[in-house]
């Protein structure tokens, strides 16, 4: 066991596909989606595809449909552990 090491942060998220993730986790399409929020289909997709910003407002609707906390979203590659390291 001494040739173990704890496991490093695996990939770097972006906004877009935390939220795509957070979508398909949860089997809604970009449709289904915006239905739920009032969001456009195509500015969920440019969100997604990081063509445009989230923006607060945007991410408290959203992460509400998605049931998750707005910081999720805008924050997906946070490590709190790090930050307070340094």
């Known amino acids: 066991m001494s040739e173990y090491a704890p496991a ?7 906004v877009g596909e935390s ?3 957070l979508r398909e986790l949860q089997e809604l399409t970009q449709t289904q989606l915006s ?9 969920i997709s ?3 595809n990081d063509r445009i910003n ?9 992460a509400t449909a ?3 906390h707005p910081a ?11 930050r307070l390291a340094a």
């Open 8 to 14: 490093k942060k695996r990939v770097d998220v972006s």
């Open 19 to 21: 939220l795509r993730i």
């Open 35 to 43: 239905a739920l929020t009032g969001i456009p289909q195509a500015t």
């Open 46 to 48: 440019a969100i997604e």
């Open 54 to 62: 989230l923006g607060v407002e945007r991410a408290k609707v959203l």
């Open 66 to 68: 998605l049931r998750c």
């Open 72 to 82: 999720v979203l805008v924050f997906p590659g946070w490590d709190s552990q790090q």
